[in-house]
């Protein structure tokens, strides 16, 4: 009997951890450059019935180099793209250079998930970012990002408070007419979590805005125009506990996403 695969299959971007940060000194393990899945994205995916995989990075000074793999393979053999949160994107990547050494963000991990977009998106694959993939999105786009919006929009509402971390919240206010409103058709406003201190500043000219911080103006979610399925949200869908704290019920957003990426699938 020929092999069938009904589950979706989506790729995850890998989120870095590097041993020479000042965060842990516990040895063992803790040396090494690490690859990880935050538990959190993968159950996320998981309850909508997919199978999250998570694609490895690979840099100049990895064992593997980059003209031995192929990120094309990954986007045939995969359904979809979800970029995790994780570190800043590098200043650099929009025409800037760090304000402060804390914001020069993760140039590695930019270059490999701007080169999984790419494939993905030439694949005909859908591609769904979460905060700094958000971000990320927009930057590759040619728009640009707040390094810090506390210190160059002070007039801004908090947007990461990190003692809360996800049981921060602001309410965001969807943009009738576009995708997101339409999975929404009975929302005009909703709860989400803020765990970011970087934002869009200029969006890329090939997005639309379909949610924003009405308190401020932020921009907290985006889509793609164009046929291939691509959008973004800055909160974290993940986090979201509709029950405990009554925030925006993604389901319907992931499910869109799926929808498409099983629309996308070949046979």
């Not at 947007?159 to 995708?179: A, K, M, N, Q, Y």
């Not at 932020?218 to 800055?234: D, F, L, N």
Request: proline letters at 6%; glycine letters at 8%.
């Amino acid at each position: 009997m020929l092999f069938r695969r009904p589950r979706l299959l989506i790729g995850v971007s890998a989120r870095i951890y590097y041993p020479d940060g000042p965060v842990l000194n516990l040895g063992g393990v803790w040396t090494k450059t690490l690859h990880y899945l935050e538990q959190s994205v993968a159950h996320w995916l998981m309850r909508g019935g997919a199978t999250p995989v998570m694609v490895p990075a690979v840099d100049a000074d990895s064992i593997v180099k980059r003209f031995e793999i192929q990120l094309t393979h990954y986007a045939e053999a995969l359904d979809g793209l979800v970029l995790q949160g994780g570190n800043d994107v590098a200043p650099q990547n929009y025409g800037e250079k760090p304000i402060h050494a804390d914001w020069a963000g993760d140039g590695v991990r930019d270059r490999y998930e701007m080169a999984l977009v790419r494939a993905f998106v030439k694949a005909g694959k859908p591609v769904f970012g979460i905060c700094r993939g958000f971000q990320l999105l927009n930057v590759m786009q040619g728009g640009t990002l707040y390094q810090d919006i506390a210190t160059q929009r002070p007039d801004s509402l908090a947007h990461r408070d990190s003692p809360s971390f996800e049981r921060h919240f602001h309410e965001i206010e969807l943009v009738p007419g576009t995708r997101l409103a339409q999975l929404y058709p009975r929302v005009k406003r909703a709860r989400v979590n803020s765990i970011h201190h970087q934002g869009i500043k200029r969006v890329a000219s090939d997005f639309e805005v379909e949610a924003r911080c009405p308190d401020d103006g932020m921009v907290e979610a985006i889509r793609r125009r164009g046929p291939v399925y691509v959008a973004a949200v800055q909160w974290h869908p993940e986090y979201h506990n509709t029950a405990a704290h009554r925030t925006f019920d993604d389901t319907a957003m992931l499910k869109d996403f799926l929808a498409a990426a099983s629309a996308a699938r070949k046979p």
